[in-house]
T-cell receptor
């Protein structure tokens, strides 16, 4: 089955530690995205990548970093510089350029930093 | 700039009631419009989409019509079920960089 895998589903870290969230897709999609979702709020775009070895900042990139070394993988690192990292993180992908192309989402990772 | 406005929730309905969740947008050009659904603790799933004016998207009994004259894409279902309880997001894609512009989501609770 094709899809997007995010692991782990729940992640706990101590304040001051960096943590990397995994996102893998086997849909052969060009574009990948990372979103953050907080309770009662919509989705906010952190980073996105339209092609391998290229990525752009979204609306809330501060305190986060990404890499896109392979088409199928787009890991997100939450650094200690992120002031409020506890949130639900969603990874998505889309197949190609065009306004009609929807995004496909993974199941999400819930990160708790204490 | 591009934006999406959804009606605020939560919306609470009884089973078999009629559902409308309003969504209006502001965009340049000719965006595509989407409705996504998020069940508790899960990622988002595409519910339906429309790519041009007067298109009607439909899926699982849900429908939405792309109305350019009113810049709207309201979600409707004739008879909701308890299993429809979820958060619904309206989104648009203006196509320039593949980014989706999201509404804040509307929580729906359906009681038996």
């Amino acid at each position: 089955d094709g899809g997007i895998t995010q692991s782990p589903k729940y992640l706990f870290r101590k304040e001051g530690q960096n943590v990397t969230l995994s996102c893998e897709q086997n849909l052969n999609h060009d574009a990948m995205y990372w979103y953050r979702q907080d309770p009662g709020q919509g989705l906010r775009l952190i980073y996105y990548s339209q092609i391998v070895n290229d990525f752009q900042k979204g609306d809330i990139a501060e305190g986060y970093s990404v890499s896109r070394e392979k088409k199928e993988s787009f890991p997100l690192t939450v650094t200690s510089a992120q002031k409020n990292p506890t949130a639900f993180y969603l990874c998505a992908s889309s197949p190609r350029t065009g306004a009609g192309d929807e995004q496909y989402f993974g199941p999400g990772t819930r990160l708790t930093v204490t | 700039g591009n934006s999406v406005t959804q009606m605020e929730g939560p919306v609470t309905l009884s089973e078999e009631a009629f559902l409308t969740i309003n969504c209006t947008y502001t965009a340049t050009g000719y965006p595509s419009l989407f409705w996504y659904v998020q069940y508790p603790g899960e990622g988002l799933q595409l519910l339906l989409k429309a790519t041009k004016a007067d298109d009607k998207g439909s899926n699982k009994g849900f429908e939405a019509t792309y109305r350019k004259e009113t810049t709207s894409f309201h979600l409707e279902k004739g008879s909701v079920q308890v299993s429809d309880s979820a958060v619904y997001f309206c989104a648009l894609n203006a196509g320039n960089n593949r980014k989706l512009i999201w509404g804040l989501g509307t929580s729906l609770a359906v009681n038996p």
